[in-house]
């Protein structure tokens, strides 16, 4: 409803959308008659001023020429009058010299007066034909000049007339031309209520459909929200996660025998370390190659429960359970934060948190353990490739490692042995100089003990008391004592 109020009595009475829009209608074709109306007398108003402004125009041209016309035709006559009245002077004054000429000598020239006479009045008739002649052919220029005149004011005349007529003309088209914009805007107009109408029918019936759709959404929610609700109140807390639990072991036992023969999924019973997860999921290939291990934890709550957990409260402990498990990725199975996108919307990824961690729900339970090992078999079969090229490269390196081993060994004990049998030569050298030292040490001692001994036998009494008489006085007492003894 939309409330209108009266330029007369200013009372506000209220209207309908319907009685709205047809008074918006009226309002807009009357404003439409109104400009187009104004517009067509704007346009034969401008019509008649250019017809108008075209006339007086072309006659105050054709005016303003005729003026000049008669003008330059004035000046034309008045020029040859001039040229004719100077020619006639001239000739007067011609006369007149002859004549005084004549009337000088005419007592010498008796003889010839006559003929002089007639002479001049030869010249004088031959100018009169020239004079006459003349004014012919200016009567003539000028008779062609006005029929000239006269052919411009005809063709100016027609000018104006087809002037006219091409006024007429355009005042006609430009009058048929806004027939048209007004025919063409017309018919806009009405395609346009037409487009209005079907728009405004369609989007009734759009609205309805999603009014519809919605109300099934909602009632199908509701009755989800009711199912749920009632089968939350009659779980606990703890029969909530281990329903979860339930769930995934059930499902995951319906593809064991198919899709997952070699795999191990058991509940996780080792708490030596404090904690630990719910299930414990490893697969391994035909040689006993652990291909994939994955730590699932299951969390879920009820609806009246109060204090409301989030799934970020469990990501370390999950974490550290796969750590200390030695599993390669952890994921968490929640109902938890019903009403999150993010984690309704799919696999989240939390890998930015925790190192190979992933957030599911229960529907993805089984698409997640597929991902997973399916890319863990595509990497085993490039693990086993690398490992193959990396066994072929470490047994050519082991081979090159193996003879440089060699070199370098065989190096290093010939190095050895060239130092030591370096360093025995030396020593012998040294050996050889301390034995030469020593043999002429030796021999220097023998030298010594020679001379010594040649001393020893040069030495007597007599030497030893040579210079010193009283040792000698001492020994020649000794030997006279000696002496008598002995006698």
Request: charged fraction near 40%; proline fraction near 1%; charge should be negative.
């Amino acid at each position: 409803m939309n409330d209108i109020k009266c330029p007369h009595c200013h009372k506000i009475f209220k209207v309908d959308e319907a009685g709205f829009a047809d008074i918006i209608k009226q309002v807009r074709d009357h404003q439409f008659e109104e400009e187009l109306q104004s517009r067509l007398d704007l346009a034969e108003k401008e019509k008649e001023n250019a017809i108008k402004l075209a006339e007086a125009t072309l006659k105050n041209s054709i005016q303003n020429e005729l003026a000049d016309k008669e003008k330059e035709i004035l000046q034309i006559r008045a020029a040859h009058e001039k040229v004719l009245a100077e020619r006639l002077a001239e000739k007067e004054n011609l006369l007149a010299n002859l004549k005084s000429k004549l009337e000088n000598a005419e007592t010498e020239k008796k003889l010839s007066v006559s003929e002089a006479v007639k002479n001049v009045e030869k010249e004088k008739d031959d100018k009169e034909r020239e004079i006459l002649r003349l004014k012919a052919e200016i009567e003539r220029n000028l008779t062609e000049q006005l029929s000239h005149k006269d052919v411009l004011i005809s063709q100016l005349q027609t000018k104006l007339e087809n002037a006219d007529t091409e006024k007429r003309l355009s005042v006609t088209e430009a009058v048929q031309k806004i027939e048209r914009e007004r025919d063409e805007y017309a018919s806009k107009v009405t395609l346009k209520e037409t487009e209005k109408e079907l728009l405004e029918k369609s989007l009734n019936e759009k609205h309805l459909a999603e009014l519809k759709a919605k109300e099934d959404i909602i009632r199908h929610k509701d009755e989800e929200i009711a199912f749920r609700k009632d089968m939350k109140l009659k779980l606990s807390t703890k029969m909530l996660g281990e329903s979860l639990e339930q769930h995934c072991e059930i499902e995951f036992n319906k593809l064991r025998s198919i899709a997952f023969q070699n795999a191990y999924f058991e509940k996780d019973n080792d708490a030596r370390t404090g904690s630990k997860g719910d299930y414990i999921y490893r697969e391994t290939d035909d040689a006993g190659n652990e291909v994939i291990s994955i730590m699932f934890e299951m969390k879920n709550e009820g609806d009246e429960t109060a204090t409301k957990k989030k799934n970020e409260d469990f990501f370390r402990e999950l974490d550290k359970d796969r750590n200390d498990k030695k599993c390669e990725y952890a994921v968490l199975v929640t109902l938890l934060e019903a009403d999150n996108e993010l984690y309704n919307a799919g696999i989240v990824d939390v890998s930015h948190k925790y190192q190979k961690m992933y957030v599911v729900r229960p529907q993805f339970f089984i698409p997640m353990i597929t991902l997973l090992r399916n890319a863990a078999l595509n990497s085993m079969k490039v693990k086993a490739e690398l490992a193959f090229i990396k066994n072929q490269n470490i047994d050519i390196t082991n081979f090159e490692d193996n003879i440089n081993t060699f070199k370098e060994g065989f190096a290093r004990n010939y190095e050895l042995a060239s130092r030591k049998f370096k360093t025995a030569i030396e020593e012998i050298d040294k050996t050889i100089i301390h034995l030469q030292k020593t043999k002429d040490a030796l021999l220097s001692s023998e030298n010594n003990l020679r001379l010594a001994n040649n001393k020893a036998d040069d030495l007597s009494i007599k030497k030893l008391t040579k210079g010193n008489p009283t040792m000698a006085a001492k020994f020649e007492e000794l030997k006279n004592s000696t002496g008598n003894e002995l006698m």
